[in-house]
């Protein structure tokens, strides 16, 4: 497809438990974004990569939290020993250029629900 | 206070009506993001826009710099419109968009 995808759509985890969030951007895009969206707020900002380097990672909320996107194109988000305040939509986008040069419209994936039991 | 904030952050309107959603914001920005989220759904952007006016179909987006005030309009509303309106902003320099908290449209027939 040509759009960003995101697996799984849908996550239920028993707390404690590590979970890995996966996000195909569209092929070519250089920069991706990770946001988190609790229940009825906007998305916030977790973290960024342009290409390979993670050059923000500012809004990841604590040290459970990891992103990686190794070879620059797919990305993986991963929550150790997951806590109920981490239930959430987990949105991937991506762009084509470099945020903060120029403003290229950004690309979301559909998300994925996280719910921690 | 918010960096991003809309009004009104629900509204009902009957088919047919003209839809006004509006957006402020607090900080510098290089440019504005208006973005549709349907429930159980992504997110699809609907506008990005730097200044002016922007139209597409029954949307019509208008930005003013000097006011830091965005609106998003729909006209001859239809059910199918009925969604989350999240207006986004990206700060000067900055790779980030900030949001919004949406505002919850339902179009009733």
């Known amino acids: 497809g040509a759009g960003v995808s995101q697996s799984p759509r849908y996550k239920v985890a028993k707390r404690g438990q590590d979970v890995a969030l996966r996000c195909d951007p569209i092929?070519?895009?250089?920069?991706l974004f990770w946001y988190q969206q609790a229940l009825g707020q906007g998305p916030e900002f977790l973290t960024y990569f342009q290409n390979e380097a993670q050059l923000d990672k500012s809004g990841l909320p604590s040290d459970r939290f990891f992103a990686e996107r190794p070879e620059g194109s797919v990305s993986t988000l991963k929550i150790q020993r997951t806590q109920q305040e981490d239930s959430a939509v987990y949105l991937c986008a991506s762009l084509a250029g470099l945020a903060g040069v120029s403003s290229y419209e950004q690309y979301f994936g559909p998300g994925t629900r996280l719910t921690v039991t | 206070k918010n960096e991003v904030e809309q009004s009104p952050q629900n509204l009902t309107a009957q088919e047919g009506e003209f839809i006004t959603i509006n957006c402020s914001y607090s900080v510098g920005i290089s440019a504005l993001h208006w973005l549709q989220q349907h429930p159980g759904g992504g997110i699809v952007s609907l506008f990005m826009?730097?200044?002016g006016k922007k139209k597409h179909g029954r949307l019509i987006a208008t930005i003013n710099i000097q006011e830091k005030h965005s609106s998003l309009h729909i006209t001859a509303s239809h059910p199918r419109d009925s969604a989350v309106y999240i207006c986004a902003v990206y700060n000067f320099g900055n790779e980030k968009l900030t949001f919004g908290t949406g505002t919850r449209l339902t179009i009733i027939p």
């Open positions: 092929s070519g895009h250089v920069s």
């Open positions: 826009l730097s200044s």
